[in-house]
């Protein structure tokens, strides 16, 4: 009986190495795509039950992640919340992630492909995976500012370093508190994230970057500008500038803000022009240079360009086949031209930096829990959308804009500032958006800012640009050439 | 090899005890880790846990010394390890499910099965001095085992959970006691089939190259066989019936050395199987909710789904290849994390490497078993070796293959690892008949100067060459004798010292 035994004893072996096998191929095979499960709420846990790695502004946390004594074991906490939402998103386990929170998602859990050899240190050592700390390139003190002088006005303001590329000051207003989102209560989070989803101030969008776009108005006259210079013309070039400008194809005109008219003729130069914000002066530049130079002019810019700074920022459009008198009007930056501050920063960062646009990027550095950098920033030449030669004569222009023109409440004493205003009309009866863009110091730029006020902020009808968006557009400056 | 060991063989105690306190090291280890990991503290009661095991493996060890001095010297270092990795893991999942504030735990339960498993298994080497007594129960271990698998269907005494009525409750305690019956059932297939091993193993009509047995013989398996498919449909227990099934059909294999018995076992049960699933509803459950574990409406499923399995796979699969680490990772997300799953628990806190260190202690253990099988040297006592051996192996398989996906998932329980009484208690018993035969195998045969010379001595010397059926069988009626306790008179007079 001893053979059948001895049989059945190699059928056993049998029977355990395919045991062994099916549990090698469920833990090792297959493990990648059942962790990858959505029903697999484990994955869930683990992202959240691990230390997840700070955001941090200026060396202070954002958003950093305390031991809570409940499943998930760590509660994220937002310290300034409503001030840095537009940069850090929240981080729900309902709603899942936004903003920094989502790109650099691997980096704060430390998944991320660069933190490979500190994952297999912990491996070895046995410690407990961590995550890494994002540092972000905001400048608390700019912020702080953009957040305080946008107050409870609808809008968003963008602060760049023109020479890098480094994003200073990312707002959106109103802002909400991912801290409410972050909650492991989800009836609680449901609950407050049904009251941000019906708040008519849209809290949860992002108007620096990926909210609706907005009509630059008169701050695209720079574009236009640009085309101009680029087609040859000088800032001392005599332009069109009636009182009332007839488009041709229609019965419709384009007047001045105020029906002014722009000089004591019915021509002016072009710097002047932009100085005063020549409505009239700029369609028929536009009608002059045509729609495909405008197009280019503002693609160069960076118009209808997918950017990621890692947020994903909404293209801004300059319209496809405009006919003339539409050509006329985008040229001031109306119709169907539309633009994210961070896109309109972006034009004034490139004028600052003498034609040379860099990438802009929040995120300067990541360093793992042992303070090891994995990532740094290192910046990055984006376009060459101008000349240096036209980016020196838009920038006097715009020096002339902020010193005697439209642009005057972004003057700050003892610097330099150069700017453009807008007030941008979106549909008939409504109070009109008010934009600034400009750098400073003018001769040395450290700072290059975009703000946009959604009707006209708290002076309604009353509101330009010049009046709304450059006092903010001031804070800003000074907060970050004050650091 | 068992001739070569014959003359080689020693007790081996002092190994066995060496053995034992790795054993007894990785189970209390284990318990300090989890508490160290979960509350951040050792455990205060680790030193008496610890000592508590400590004393179990030592008091079964002096019971070998004692009653089975040849014991197989890795057969209850192996066991002592499976039941404290199972203790551990129990005790970590009443720690994440904070069922430790209410004073009647699943471990503190777990503990006090282990404890009477192990007095138990002691009760049963003192008082069975020679595995030969059992054969001439055999009859009464049929009877003994259908009355236990019948007993949950009495009215009033069986009870249905989650389907499944394999349950009788005594008091406060839930029992399965179809896990004492395939005890009695492999002592009843072991005397049944060494009685009429010839008989069955004649040969029948040859079909497609197989030697089939002869039809008149083919009773017994379509007995078990009707018995296990009631055991299906009445009982609603996909696992026992396959477990039962298993250990006839490798007893008869065992016992008649014919592959067809083996085919016919498989056909037969595959049909019946297959009949049951396209005919009750439970059954046909379990199959769809294999073959269609990741489909959402089969995952989501409230009843008859395959939730508790893909949860499973999940925990698995986050536990890789080396597994959070003791107390890390989230089993008690998986329902019955404790019990019918504690492998994959097991699979997510120790890793791929973990489950598969966990799987070679099982391999050892039923290998030891099957080679007690062989240097045993009667028949009964080989077929019941086997037998016993081959259930564990098979538990095993249907378990962790159910867990893994790789067989529709049944409901037994793992053995040792898993939460449960009856399962404890019937798996130390078969640990405590290895053990004793084991004894009677490496002992050293006994020689022509021995007081009692009806021993089988040529069989003895070459017990694998034994063909003499009728001449074996004679000989243990001969060494029963009439006081029924011959290994007494057989063992060497010295060995006790």
Redesign the interface.
Known sequence: ??????R??SV??A??L???A???????V???S??A?Q?????L??EY?NPRGPIVAGGESVALSEPVDDAFGYQRLYPDPEAYAAVTGYYSVVFGRTGLEREVNDQLTGRADSLFWTRLQD?LT?R?AQGSAVETTIVPAAQQAAYEALGDQRGAAVAIDPRTGAILALVSTPSFDPNLLAGHDTAVVNEAYRALEADEGRPLVNRAIAGDTYPPGSTFKLVTAAAALEAGLTPDAEVFAPRELDLPLTSATVTNFGGAACDATDTTTLANALRVSCNTAFAQLGLDLGDDALRRQAEAFGFGEPLRVPLRVTPSTFPADPDAPQTAISAIGQFDVSATPMQMAMVSAAIANGGVQMQPYLVERVRTADLDVVEQASPTELRRPISAATASALREMMIEVVASGTGQSAQIDGVEVAGKTGTAQHAAGEDPHAWFTGFAPAQDPQVAVAVVVERGGSMGSEATGGRVAAPIARAIMQAVMDR | MATVAEHTVRPRRGAELGLLAVAVLLGTGAYAIIGLNVTGEIPANTRNYSLGLAALALGAHLVLRWRAPYADPVILPVTIALNGIGLAMIFRLDLATRNNDIPDTFASRQLAWTTLGVVLASLVLVALRDHRTLRRFTYTAMVVALGFVVLPLVPGLGRTINGARIWIHLGSQSLQPAELAKIALAVFFAGYLVTNRETLALAGPRVLGLQLPRWRDLGPILLVWVFSLAILVLQRDLGTSLLFFGLFVAMLYLATERISWIVIGLVLFLGGASLAAASFAHVGARFHAWLHAFDPEVFEAAYGGSGQLVRGLFGMASGGLFGTGWGEGRPQLVPYAESDFIVASLGEELGLTGLLAILVLYLVLVQRGLRTAIGVRDGFGKLLAGGLAFTIAWQCFVVVGGVTRLIPLTGLAMPFLAYGGSALLANWIIVALLLRISDSARRPAPTASSPLVLGPDPVAATPEEAPAFAGEGGADDGALGADGRPSQVVRPGGERA
């Open positions: 009986m001893n053979t059948p035994v001895r059945l004893a056993v072996l029977m355990f395919v045991l062994m099916s549990a090698s191929w469920v833990q090792y297959q493990a990648p059942l962790n499960d029903r697999n709420v484990r994955t846990y683990n039950g491996l046995g407990r």
